[in-house]
């Protein structure tokens, strides 16, 4: 049993059939918790709401950006302290577990906001400390469970590999850690506020690095396996769970992609390229806020040492006499192309700080991506973009529309993925993982929030460089 699973037998996965294809929005009752049932609430965010919901002519875009903006806040965190100091947990939706990567995507969309809110502050400073402790206790895990001391809530308790308690699952995959590193510097950008990175913390990043270090296998295995019995073969890895051979040049080894899915090839170009820009990150946060030019300097060091090699080694021919980024290489020459709506991806590498959103190869990777040469790139009959393995084909995941409008300067682009994102929600008021690229009433996750976060941050984007196509109906 695997994750998608999991989310169908808690009711994540929903077949609406009996819904009209249009008009879902009569009435636009806000799609949000009472406020007296919201997990936290922030006063800055709500103005911010308010602030931006005034510009949106659209009636059902407003509506959908009131209720997906503060998904997060509204229905995922939990706040607490451990010795004395903040702790927040936040789960991914509908998954009792905490996902590294989720978490940080699922906050960064409030960062911006910290300076004008103490609470707000605090709950970031307390989720950066569990992350820290979930580093700690195990830097493979991908997922980890609400009590540190309870054993995985998710049927990955009989995977293959060395489960501990408070692991939820433990599928290595590189961009977990380096999300950590994002939203702490995004949060250290935004506030200047050292009371988070403190030496548990640092700690932590510490081991992230090593554990970076470790995957690159110059001297050996390292130190992760894992293997599932499941009939899904992007659930397992080969070769007693190391995965496959790769020559050593350098790359970051990933067993799985943020997807969770199994990496084919184990270099994953999208994730090592994320590693470059987040270490550079977690770099300036070691010595701004910590004064740690030791440990600077070593994730400079390594992030230098994968940009190198993601040069000699990350590029392959894109079949029309130029280059784009590969999706996967194994270092032998050996390379696939493809994109995954799942983010860091190869559209989406801006987002992350791994590419400037106007570099060439970068933009030749991008369009290639965003064609039949990716073969999970969708076109149907209410929509066109990718997905990926996760779900299936024919499932288009609204996060690739949003990451594609974010990273186009072309406005008609943009407004036709916000068009896009209006008219398959699927009468639900909300983003979903993917939805059928002929039917959006056929989706898979009605609670799914860091998609929601991700939609908001695409509004709050488009307010400022295409203001124009809030100020109208689409």
């Excluded at 229905?75 to 451990?82: A, F, H, K, N, Q």
């Excluded at 250290?188 to 548990?200: G, S, V, Y």
Aim: glycine fraction near 8%; proline fraction near 6%.
């Amino acid at each position: 049993m695997n994750r998608r699973e999991i989310i169908a037998g808690a009711g994540g996965v929903a077949l609406a059939a009996g819904l009209p294809r249009m008009a879902f929005a009569q009435g636009l009752v806000s799609k949000r918790p009472p406020v007296a049932e919201r997990r936290f609430t922030s006063k800055a965010v709500e103005a911010e709401i308010a602030r931006v919901k005034k510009k949106i002519v659209d009636p059902e875009l407003a509506w959908l950006f009131e209720n997906c903006y503060p998904n997060t806040l509204d229905t995922t965190v939990t706040l607490g302290e451990v010795d004395g100091k903040p702790d927040t947990f936040v789960i991914t939706g509908d998954i009792d577990a905490m996902w590294l990567r989720d978490s940080s995507a699922q906050l960064q969309t409030y960062v911006h906001l910290t300076p004008r809110d103490a609470d707000l502050r605090r709950l970031f400073h307390g989720a950066m400390q569990r992350q820290a402790r979930c580093i700690l206790l195990d830097p493979f895990a991908n997922a980890y469970t609400r009590d540190p001391t309870a054993k995985s809530n998710l049927p990955a308790i009989n995977d293959k590999t060395d489960m501990k308690p408070g692991v939820a699952e433990r599928k290595w995959e590189i961009d977990s850690l380096c999300y950590t590193m994002r939203l702490a510097h995004a949060y250290w950008t935004a506030t200047r506020d050292k009371a988070p990175f403190d030496a548990l913390w640092g700690q932590a990043m510490a081991l992230a690095v090593a554990t970076l270090r470790d995957q690159q296998r110059k001297d050996g295995p390292g130190g992760y396996h894992f293997q599932r019995v499941d009939p899904s073969p992007t659930e397992t890895l080969m070769f007693a769970g190391f995965g496959a051979p790769t020559k050593k040049v350098g790359l970051i080894h990933s067993g799985f992609r943020p997807s969770d899915d199994a990496c084919v090839f184990p270099f994953l170009i999208p994730s090592n390229l994320f590693a470059v820009s987040a270490l550079k990150m977690l770099a300036t946060v070691l010595r701004e806020a910590r004064g740690d030019t030791t440990a600077a300097a070593d994730a400079e060091a390594l992030s230098a040492e994968v940009r190198q090699a993601l040069d000699a080694h990350g590029k392959m021919p894109d079949g029309q006499g130029g280059e784009v980024w590969a999706f996967e290489v194994d270092g032998y020459g050996n390379a696939i192309f493809m994109d995954d709506a799942n983010v860091p991806s190869l559209s989406a590498l801006p987002l992350l700080g791994s590419a400037e959103r106007n570099d060439p190869l970068y933009r030749r990777t991008a369009a290639l991506a965003w064609s039949p040469r990716n073969p999970y790139f969708f076109k149907g009959k209410i929509a066109e973009g990718i997905g990926g393995p996760h779900i299936g084909m024919d499932m288009i995941w609204p996060m690739s529309l949003i990451t594609r409008a974010l990273m186009n300067d072309d406005v008609a682009v943009v407004g036709k993925c916000l068009a896009t994102l209006k008219a398959t929600h699927g009468g639900t008021g909300f983003m979903h993982e993917s939805f059928h690229k002929d039917d959006p009433t056929k989706f898979t996750r009605s609670w799914f929030a860091w998609a929601n976060g991700l939609f908001g941050d695409l509004i709050l984007d488009i307010e400022k460089r295409a203001p124009a196509l809030l100020g109208q109906r689409l």
